[in-house]
């Protein structure tokens, strides 16, 4: 419908694992993973666009998320920028200000906070579109995969989009489950 804003939301794992370069290629996971951020952020920055766009860091040595002070848990997560138009602070953010750290987080724990973070930004908004989150990780970390129905029912009944975007993801084990790409 037009005059909807679509709201997305970019989680990025900075952790150690992404400070990876595979083997022929001379940019890292997080290197590749910031270049596929940016691109985001400058087509709805560079179309004008209405749209909200927010950052949530997990991986870093310190935590900055509602539920890690509500509920205790979801250690280094942070979220980074609150949605908002995407702006050229933004993007010199994403550009400038992230480097890998030296510290991990499960994803399915920042895919929690970030689903927390899209939920409250959007309940009272007027005129909501899509809603995408962007998880862009190798899952290299250690994770535990309890609660993941219910993650995925989450998505589901909040009409949250999920879209994982890592390297060599499709070689990977990872939220295999009931098939649902949601």
């Given at each position: 419908?037009?005059?909807?804003?679509?709201?997305?939301?970019?989680?990025?794992?900075v952790g150690p694992s992404m400070d990876f370069a595979p083997l022929g290629e001379g940019d890292t996971h997080l290197?590749?993973?910031?270049?596929?951020?940016?691109?985001?952020v400058q087509q709805k920055l560079f179309a004008g666009s209405k749209d909200f766009v927010g950052l949530?860091?997990?991986?870093?040595?310190?935590?900055?998320?509602d539920l890690a002070s509500s509920q205790g848990g979801y250690?280094?997560?942070?979220?980074?920028w609150q949605p908002a138009q995407p702006t050229l602070e933004l993007l010199q953010y994403l550009h400038n200000q992230i480097q890998p750290g030296?510290?991990?987080?499960d994803f399915l724990d920042a895919l929690v906070v970030t689903m927390d973070l899209m939920v409250k930004v959007t309940e009272n908004a007027k005129?909501?579109?899509?809603?995408?989150?962007?998880?862009?990780?190798?899952?290299?970390?250690?994770y535990s995969d309890d609660g993941l129905g219910q993650i995925c029912a989450g998505l589901r009944e909040k009409n949250i989009e999920l879209i994982v975007v890592g390297p060599d993801l499709e070689d990977r084990d990872v939220g295999a489950g009931d098939g649902d790409d949601r």
């Open positions: 419908m037009a005059g909807n804003k679509d709201y997305i939301i970019l989680c990025l794992d290197e590749m993973a910031l270049r596929v951020a940016s691109q985001i949530v860091l997990f991986g870093t040595p310190d935590t900055d998320n250690d280094n997560i942070s979220v980074a030296d510290t991990s987080a005129r909501v579109g899509d809603r995408k989150i962007y998880l862009l990780t190798d899952a290299g970390s250690e």
